[in-house]
């Protein structure tokens, strides 16, 4: 477990990441180590008839012990909550309470730590008779081998689900959904906190400001139905995929609409992805889309499916056109019970 020292100082893995870090840069000290390195070596070989180079193979001996105590810690063994009652985790609680002391916030809710960074939830509260449920909170990242803070979103009625995995199994994000208002009709949305190793940070997905991905939609327009369905779904390959369907039909006026969204991570860069689905696609994650249940896997993650009994989804799995119109059954006025119609040549 990561521990500080008075004064700042980080000790065990952090410092094996950073001093393993400065070791694979290409950097100017590196480069003057090696050659001092060789120098060294081209003179104890003068000096004692040496025929091996001792120093380099001292250093990538050096380098894989750090290599390997680095990796021994998956994420998830290396992330951990604060207890705030353990007196192990109160120099973790000092340092964050100091990193915000200039900030606005009220308490401090929830403090998560992985290697030498700090995802921390704090509410402000107005004033000492405000309700709780007009809370506001702030997910922030905070260094803990410098005093800085960033606040990574705002909102209201914050909800920590369980581990995803968009950008991996190997690579576990946390989950979080949000409201953006209370005593309101809110609109909710979806994110990952997740710890970026290149930035010694913490990171928000899919952000636009305060909003990240959109799960439900608040306000209604006059004449207009709308559905909204949601579902986080998994690929093969192990990957999550968070999608959103939007049905607005707009009765006898014109013809229904459907806009149907995919949230991901992609493989290869690690970057967030957010696209709007062609016809082909988006009927395919139509019909997953009202199949998801995410809690069926892992019940921390049952909120992250809604819509799934509608009855656009009901029609859509019995196979009736999602346009809402059902098939006429009632037998025309004309219809006397004949064989062939009226007029046919017998």
């Known amino acids: 477990m990561m521990s500080l020292r008075p004064g700042g100082c980080l000790t065990g893995h952090t410092r094996d990441m950073r001093l393993l870090r400065w070791l694979q840069s290409p950097r100017q000290p590196q480069r003057w180590m090696l050659r001092k390195a060789s120098e060294q070596t081209s003179f104890s070989r003068r000096k004692f008839g040496l025929t091996c ?141 997740y710890y970026n190793v290149g930035a010694h940070a913490w990171r928000a997905r899919w952000l636009r400001g305060d909003q990240a991905a959109p799960l439900w939609t608040a306000g209604d327009v006059d004449g207009v139905t709308r559905t909204q369905i949601y579902g986080l779904l998994t690929e093969p390959a192990g990957r999550n995929v968070l999608a959103t369907w939007t049905h607005f039909d707009y009765g006898k006026t014109k013809p229904a609409e459907d806009f149907v969204y995919e949230y991901a991570v992609d493989p290869a860069s690690g970057m967030e992805q957010m696209q709007v689905l062609g016809p082909d696609h ?8 009202c199949r998801a249940n995410p809690g069926q896997v892992d019940p921390s993650m049952a909120s992250l499916a809604r819509g799934q009994d509608s009855d656009l989804c009901a029609e859509l799995l019995r196979g009736v056109k999602k346009t809402g119109r059902r098939p006429t059954t009632t037998p025309p006025a004309n219809n006397r019970g004949r064989s062939s119609p009226p007029g046919a040549k017998k």
Request: a negative charge; charged letters at 15%.
């Open 53 to 193: 180079s001792v120093l380099p193979r001292f250093l990538v001996g050096l380098m894989a012990l750090l290599a390997g105590q680095c990796m021994a810690q998956t994420p998830l063994d290396a992330f951990h909550w604060v207890n705030f009652h353990d007196q192990k985790d109160a120099p973790i609680v000092q340092w964050v309470t100091t990193s915000l002391q200039a900030e606005k916030w009220t308490d401090i809710r929830e403090i998560g730590v992985q290697w030498d960074a700090a995802v921390v939830l704090t509410v402000d509260r107005k004033t000492p008779q405000s309700s709780p449920q007009a809370d506001t909170y702030t997910v922030w990242n905070v260094s803990l081998s410098k005093h800085e803070a960033q606040p990574l979103l705002h909102g209201v009625n914050p909800r920590i689900l369980g581990w995803t995995t968009f950008a991996g199994e190997s690579v576990p994000e946390l989950g979080l959904v949000y409201d953006d208002c209370s005593a309101c009709d809110a609109s909710t949305f979806f994110t990952t906190i």
């Open 282 to 289: 988006a009927s395919q994650m139509e019909h997953e889309l």
